[in-house]
């Protein structure tokens, strides 16, 4: 799997853009929201997901973690394909989606086009309990800020190797970080998140 891509931009469309990697040219699909980021600049870096199909592999790309998990959130969805995620993604940012999902706006995901009652309904039934345990990509830069980013990685790899769920061990790890007051190793960080 292709985790991300960094590289020269050269092609931009609102929503594909094509980056040369080491004398290799990737054309990879972007939402809008995305576009708006790179529209400026001539060399990024996209989180990306490859989707197989038997007809095409088609590249998926977000300028954020958290819009590339929303992306995978909706292809769980019973229903819902790339195309379709991808308009979701474009006409919501992912913190507005969230908030469309937890207070179970059926008419802010259906005013998206090609979203029906019926999808919209499917998305805040499947998704409703993954919205909660999700963590915002500003609540993982405040923790990183405080240099904890190598301490939180490797906790998190070592919760993951114990078999634990990744948004569950992300959101008990910030837990833990957010309330123990003083130093952290990282084994009481494992011990402590394990608890949480």
Not at 38 to 60: Q, R, V
Request: hydrophobic share 45%.
């Amino acid at each position: 799997m292709i985790a991300y891509i960094t590289g020269q931009l050269t092609h931009k469309a609102p929503t594909q853009v094509n980056i040369e990697v080491g004398g290799m040219g990737y054309e990879v699909q972007i939402s809008l929201h995305t576009y708006a980021q790179l529209k400026d600049l001539t060399t990024c870096k996209l989180f990306t997901h490859l989707h197989i199909t038997g007809e095409a592999h088609t590249l998926y790309g977000f300028a954020s973690l958290a819009e590339k998990q929303w992306f995978l959130y909706l292809l769980s969805v019973n229903g819902i394909g790339p195309r379709v995620a991808m308009s979701i993604l474009s006409s919501l940012m992912p913190h507005e989606l969230q908030q469309a999902i937890l207070s179970h706006s059926v008419a802010t995901l259906q005013s998206i086009k090609g979203i029906g009652q019926k999808a919209a309904q499917r998305i805040i039934l499947e998704l409703g309990n993954k919205v909660g345990k999700l963590i915002t990509e500003q609540e993982l830069a405040a923790i990183d800020v405080h240099d904890h980013k190598s301490m939180r990685q490797e906790a998190l790899a070592a919760l993951a190797r114990l078999g634990i769920n990744k948004s569950h061990a992300e959101k008990a790890i910030l837990h833990v970080l957010r309330t123990h007051q003083g130093e952290l190793s990282v084994e009481t960080l494992i011990k402590m998140a394990l608890k949480a």
